[in-house]
């Protein structure tokens, strides 16, 4: 597996409580994305990122927001976590355009 | 923005039968179509991708086709064994929309001994 990592790997936390998810790179890749993984859906891309400090709106962005101040840590943060929100969060890097993209293990968010 | 259908959405073969997973996609404009696995409690992983400018592709006993006039694109997995039960996506991308997948809703893939 590429070097990435998430943390945490589970939560349990409370509606309209903040929560911040993250993940970190060993690979030096430019490219990081968060997505969210329920059942019928598939992988659903919620933000990603091009760069330090670039990042942009995926397709289920509402209720999220992202940062990236260093190349190998993506912050995910649910400003005000809801039932929801629930799901598992996969974070994924790509080293460039249109090239493979490695996912990391996964964190399993429960809101209550 | 880019929707990705797949069906079937679960698949039950016998060990040595072929399977077809099939994925239809909106935007004429995509231009690369990746497959993932993802077996129980794992992390998806890459396992063939094309591009629009290739019809057909194959590795070993998977093989992905695209019909860009009729936007799909199928995988084929002959011979297929007990590993290869799990989850399948197909993905599909444009050049011009940033470095963005739009993921299918997947196919469970049974392969009964």
């Known amino acids: 597996d590429a070097g990435i990592t998430q943390s945490p790997r589970h939560k349990v936390t409370e509606t309209g409580t903040p929560v911040t998810l993250r993940c970190h790179q060993t690979?030096?890749?430019?490219?990081m994305y968060w997505y969210r993984q329920d059942p019928g859906h598939g992988l659903r891309l919620i933000h990603y990122?091009?760069?330090?400090?670039?990042?942009d709106k995926g397709e289920v962005s509402d209720g999220y927001s992202v940062s990236r101040s260093k190349t190998e840590d993506f912050l995910l943060t649910l400003e005000s976590a809801t039932s929801s929100q629930t799901s598992v969060y996969f974070c994924?890097?790509?080293?460039?355009?249109?090239?493979?993209?490695?996912f990391g293990p996964g964190t399993r968010l429960t809101v209550l | 923005g880019e929707n990705v259908e797949q069906h079937p959405s679960t698949l039950s073969v016998q060990e040595g039968d072929s399977a077809v997973i099939k994925c239809t996609y909106s935007d004429s404009a995509s231009n690369y179509f990746p497959w993932y696995k993802q077996e129980l409690g794992k992390r998806p992983q890459l396992i063939i991708d094309i591009r629009s400018n290739v019809g057909e592709k194959k590795d070993q006993r998977i093989a992905v086709t695209l019909n860009k006039t009729a936007k799909h694109f199928s995988l084929h997995i002959t011979e297929t064994q007990p590993e290869d039960s799990a989850v399948y996506f197909c993905?599909?991308?444009?050049?011009?929309?940033?470095?963005?997948?739009?993921f299918g809703g997947g196919t469970r893939l049974m392969v009964k001994p």
């Open positions: 690979e030096n890749h430019r490219y």
């Open positions: 994924a890097i790509s080293e460039g355009f249109q090239n493979e993209q490695f």
């Open positions: 990122s091009y760069g330090v400090k670039d990042t």
């Open positions: 993905a599909a991308s444009r050049s011009n929309a940033g470095n963005m997948l739009t």
